[in-house]
């Protein structure tokens, strides 16, 4: 099980993250206490800039903090100082997290099915035998599967790059802007399969968008200033 | 559903152009590697067969006597001198000894040969010993002689050729005006015998009015120590010895040159082939950082993607391999025709020898180096922080 018993799936006290360019040092996050339940349809708004990505980043372990803790359902993952490696933080996405970017990084020379089967060759969780079909039927995906990406539309390479990150059956599904390079109709596609997939399936969804519509069908809506989270 | 050689393989379609110049870079070093391990093998073992081709491994003459029919025909056969043909019987017990031949060698001056004449070789040889030395002969027409005195002669390819005799032509010997009957005209065996005039031993003694011989033509027992058989013969009365094995070695050291820099070429080009690979690896990877990353939010591991990588290389090196050592087996002859122009002395018969063996081993070579290099591009990718898959936009 992934969660405490009170739900709590993440929780970060104190976050923060400076960046180093040279002599000048840039502080993207100061300080971000939050909790995230499970089930939770979290989204993240805010200027360019105000440390969005870094925080998301933060949270799905794929960068260690400058300080602060985090705690993954109650397994202390960050804090004290302490600096995971790349192999240590590998394993607790793969067991944990998908991804999906703004970008959709299909390989293009695979096609639609070997893509969202692609997580698979590094990482097998027991029991995902079958899911690359179930899920691309779930995306009404199934006419595209063996078309390779440039054949299909933007819509079309996000749903698939939704099913890839989804394969191995995460907990957290992180979406950084997952829709930024979509026009309107699209983005409220790709908004109602991630509504749907929090919804039915109960996945803990964490999005950064820009896009006040896709925000609000999240239930929570925290804000990002100056590398600060704030939530009325 | 999809494995990883898989993924590798589709990687490197994905440029095919690029994929397939370094193919062809690693095909012709393969094949260049491989035609030229090909020949240093070749090479030694042609010449081995050209010097079993003499039929003999030792000859005894007379000391001081120059031994190359060559010198022997410039100098007019003035250099000649002789031993008792009764060596021969001292010679022909010894355990080390197969079979013995005597030989005669005779230069007469011909005037009608070329402009203002030439010298005409003539072997005085023993139609009962001298042919089980050279088993190796085919007669282009008629035989060896029908007997021990006869006036007869047999031609080699190309004194035939230049007299343009026929079998039953006569053929008059220079000097001494005796004629001989034509019985036999040999093919050509790349050698000097191509170029000589044989006729009975008798009879040539008769015609140059000496009842000694020149030569004596020794074949050594197989696995016999030959060493042991020259010493020996050195206490024979005025002999010198001369032994195809020191022959060969001598050539062997001219072509050591020869051979250092042809494996310096074959190293050159492998080298230069390896650059290809890890200029295109390298690129791929460089452009493939995000999905790199991607890759590893997907959960594969540094090692992972060092392998993934890494097997493209593979892939490339074998397939790249194959291809060239393929062509090697394919061109072996051309291979041939180049190195023989290039040699100070070219042996008859294959000189570029291309085995499965040879093959197998050089494709060996060329995946074992291809790994080297790419370890490199590999680790650079397994490297590849996922983050950059997002950052890099
Ligand atoms: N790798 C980096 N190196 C240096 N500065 C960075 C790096 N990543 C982000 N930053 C800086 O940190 C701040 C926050 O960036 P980011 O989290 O990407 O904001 P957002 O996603 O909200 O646009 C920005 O000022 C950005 O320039
Ligand atoms: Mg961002």
């Not at chain 1, 939770?40 to 998301?56: D, I, N, Q, R, Y």
């Not at chain 2, 095919?16 to 193919?23: F, G, N, S, V, Y």
């Not at chain 2, 282009?140 to 029908?146: I, L």
Request: hydrophobic content about 45%.
């Amino acid at each position: 099980m992934m969660t405490t018993e009170n739900g709590v799936s993440l929780a970060a006290r104190g976050l923060t993250r400076v960046y180093r360019r040279g002599i000048e040092e840039i502080q993207a996050l100061d300080g971000v206490t939050l909790q995230i339940r499970r089930g939770e349809f979290v989204a993240f708004m805010g200027p360019s800039g105000s440390g969005k990505t870094t925080l998301v980043n933060l949270l799905g372990c794929l960068d260690n903090p400058s300080s602060g803790e985090l705690d993954l359902a109650g397994r202390s993952i960050f804090g004290n100082g302490k600096i995971l490696g790349e192999r240590e933080l590998t394993r607790i996405r793969r067991e944990v997290f998908g991804y999906i970017f703004q970008n959709f990084y299909l390989i293009p020379t695979l096609t639609v099915r070997e893509n969202v089967a692609l997580p698979l060759a590094f990482y097998h969780k027991p029991g995902v035998e079958g899911e690359v079909e179930r899920l691309l039927g779930m995306l009404g995906m199934e006419h595209r599967m063996d078309h390779l990406p440039g054949q299909i539309s933007g819509g079309e390479m996000q749903r698939v790059a939704i099913a890839r990150a989804l394969v191995n059956r995460p907990e957290i599904l992180l979406a950084d802007e997952p829709t930024g390079n979509l026009d309107t109709k699209r983005s409220g596609e790709i908004g109602e399969v991630l509504q749907e997939l929090n919804k039915s399936a109960g996945l803990t969804i964490v999005m950064v968008t820009h896009n006040p519509g896709l925000a609000k069908l999240g239930g929570r809506l925290i804000e990002m200033r100056d590398g600060q989270a704030y939530e009325n | 559903m999809i494995s990883r050689f898989q993924i590798a393989y589709k990687n490197l379609l994905r440029k095919k152009a690029r994929t397939l110049l370094t193919l062809v870079g690693i095909m012709l070093s393969a094949w260049v590697l491989v035609s030229l391990l090909g020949f240093n093998r070749g090479y030694e073992s042609a010449l081995n067969r050209d010097i079993d081709n003499m039929g003999y491994q030792l000859m005894v003459m007379a000391k001081g006597c120059p031994y190359e029919a060559a010198t022997m025909m410039l100098q007019g056969g003035t250099g000649l001198r002789y031993i008792e043909q009764s060596m021969v019987d001292s010679i022909v017990n010894r355990p080390e000894v197969d079979k013995v031949t005597p030989i005669l060698m005779q230069a007469f001056f011909d005037p009608d040969k070329g402009d203002g004449g030439g010298i005409a070789g003539y072997f005085g040889v023993e139609a009962a010993t001298f042919p089980a030395m050279k088993p190796f002969f085919r007669f282009r027409q008629g035989g060896w002689f029908h007997d021990e005195q006869a006036l007869e002669a047999v031609m080699g390819f190309e004194a035939a050729e230049l007299e343009q005799r026929e079998v039953g032509d006569p053929i008059l010997v220079p000097e001494k005006n005796v004629q001989l009957k034509v019985v036999g005209i040999l093919e050509r065996t790349g050698t000097q015998d191509d170029g000589t005039i044989f006729v009975p031993l008798k009879t040539l003694q008769k015609i140059s009015a000496i009842d000694k011989i020149t030569t004596i033509g020794i074949k050594v027992k197989k696995d016999a120590d030959t060493t042991k058989l020259e010493t020996s013969l050195y206490q024979l009365p005025d002999v010198q010895v001369v032994s195809f094995t020191q022959v060969k070695q001598t050539i062997m050291k001219l072509v050591a040159t020869a051979r250092v820099m042809v494996l310096s070429i074959a190293i050159i080009a492998l080298l230069i082939a390896m650059v290809g690979v890890v200029n295109t690896i390298l690129m791929s990877v460089l452009e493939r950082l995000q999905e790199i990353g991607i890759l590893k939010t997907m959960g594969a591991m540094p090692s992972d993607i060092f392998f993934l990588v890494w097997t493209e290389t593979l892939i490339l090196c074998s397939c790249g391999g194959v291809a060239g050592i393929g062509l090697a087996f394919v061109f072996a002859r051309l291979s041939d025709i180049l190195v023989r122009r290039v040699l100070p002395y070219a042996p008859g018969g294959e000189l570029v020898a291309i085995d499965l063996k040879l093959a197998l081993l050089t494709l060996a070579v060329i995946v074992v180096v291809g790994l080297l290099s790419g370890i490199y591009p590999a680790w650079k990718a397994g490297r590849v922080r996922p983050l950059e898959s997002i950052r890099g936009e």
